[in-house]
């Protein structure tokens, strides 16, 4: 049995989180999570709410409510609907933590001792109108490098810069928006990360399983050289900086930027799980000293995230010269777009994991955004296309199967397992089929390669809409009893086995199968012996069909939602 450790980037605290987000790291985390329980490998998936630095500020500002407050409630709030959308976390954390508080200024000692942390005196842009200085995503202009004009101080989203505010052309104040600015000195801690160039360089080259995505981020910038960077701002929600237990003097009313206190947090937070309840080690999970030499971790993550965890977190973990374990598998993904643009939280562009749960059920959404994955390429949304993939492959695919064989079994032979009969050689064609596709499928889940993992599903669901088409048994039964017996009890099991390999996908329709035939949820992921997996049902078994499980999408819904959401006319 493996041991994995499974993180996804951490959303923001300012408002519930849009399907970009889901689509592009906690949903695909969730969905290998998943898959791995069901293998029996200890599986530990830590999230958590990133909830410092400008964004939290500015939320809160925007909310009339303190920053402490606001963070509180938000965290309960995308707790819960993540919940509701079934993904599976051990914990889901807080960046706020006393003990990501404790680390991170752990982390700062370490590096600082280590010579890889120095104070400068650096130059910053200050608001004469707002009286203060503006760390980066308090300011906002043009990028030098491709002239978007709402670019952020730290980076910009239309070409993945990574900034400095004092980069950026036409600048202006986020809070009053006055450009009425100047540059001036203040003290700041800067990461030496030109002094780990060479070192990160070789981790990265140890790393070639890696998706090209990440590879190709992660060598842009050590290509185009490593700068030091600034891991302290002027503000006052954060981490504060201190020196041997005490405020470091010239920091008062300093926070250590949050890209320095974030990827932290996937350790305190693993620290939270481990202080909720006696007998848990979170050491065994983080530190090679205690075992975590044999665990394999693994990172899931947007693409604007990759630079920061190929770099900075990177720098932070190795120039501690401390026992961390560091990511084994980073799994990077491209953006899921609303109609062509980016959906958006700051700008309340596209659907909301919220609203989303409004209209259609979790598994909808789980579906169509893995079988969708942007894993290759940028990905848009339309809905249109999220209507064809539901009614295609959900309704017309798995729902028409669950929904004919048990309604025939409950018609023909009392709602229960039937005895009788022997497989046949359109069952031993069915087995051979059905082992080489689980063993596709198992293989595409282990390699996270999410796309393929949903088409090879989706093959097996297939498999058994044309193997019932074949067998019919609604004709055997005319003048074969027994053959309609096996043809049916093949086909049940068929169906128990779909409840157990789509349960990383769409987990509660997963369910409503299972329950239909009374077993335990979840199951054990099959073996690839398909003989044996579809004989696995004791005849006798009462079994009942589900209310119908999905329900299509028409046009009449589509044009309700354009006109609540936006769509087509953006395009």
Known sequence: ????????????????????????????????????????????????TDEHGTPAELAAAAAGQDVETYCAEQHILQ????????LSWDWFGRSSSPQNRKL?????????????????????????????FLPDRYIEGTCPHCGFEKARGDQCDNCGNLLDPTDLKNAYSVISGSRNLEVRDTRHLYLLQTRMADRIRTWVDGHGDWPVLAKSIAYKFLDEGLID???????????????????RPGMEGKVFYVWFDAPIEYIAATQEWADAEEGRDWKRWWRTDAGAQDVRYVEFMGKDNVAFHTVSFPATILGSEEPWKSVDMLKAFNWLNWYGGKFSTSSKRGVFMDAALEILPPDF??????SNAPESSDTAFTWEMFASSVNRDLADVLGNFINRILKFTEG??????????EPGPLEEKLFADVSARLADLAEQMDAIEVRKSAQALRALWVVGNEYLQEAAPWTAIKTDRDRAAVIVRTALNLAALYARISTPFIPFAAEKIAQAFSLEFPAAWPSNDAAVELSSLPTGLSVRAPEVLFKKIDEEMIAEWTARFGGAEEG
């Open 365 to 370: 959404w789980r579906w169509y955004l893995t």
């Open 79 to 86: 707790r819960d609907v993540a919940a509701a959308f079934g």
């Open 229 to 247: 960077r600034g891991i302290t701002r002027d503000l006052a929600w954060g981490v504060p900086v201190v020196k041997d237990g005490a405020p």
């Open 1 to 48: 049995m493996a041991r994995i450790l499974i993180t996804s980037a951490l959303p923001y605290i300012n408002g519930i989180k849009h399907l970009g987000n889901l689509a592009g790291s906690m949903l695909p985390a969730d969905v290998y999570a998943r898959f791995q329980r069901a293998r029996g490998h200890e599986t530990l998936y830590i999230c958590a």
């Open 412 to 421: 023909k032979f009392d709602g229960v397992v039937p005895e009788g009969g």
């Open 104 to 132: 991170t200024q752990h982390f700062a000692e370490v590096l600082e001792a280590n010579g890889l942390i120095e104070e400068r005196v650096d130059q910053m842009v200050y608001s004469i109108d707002d009286k203060r």
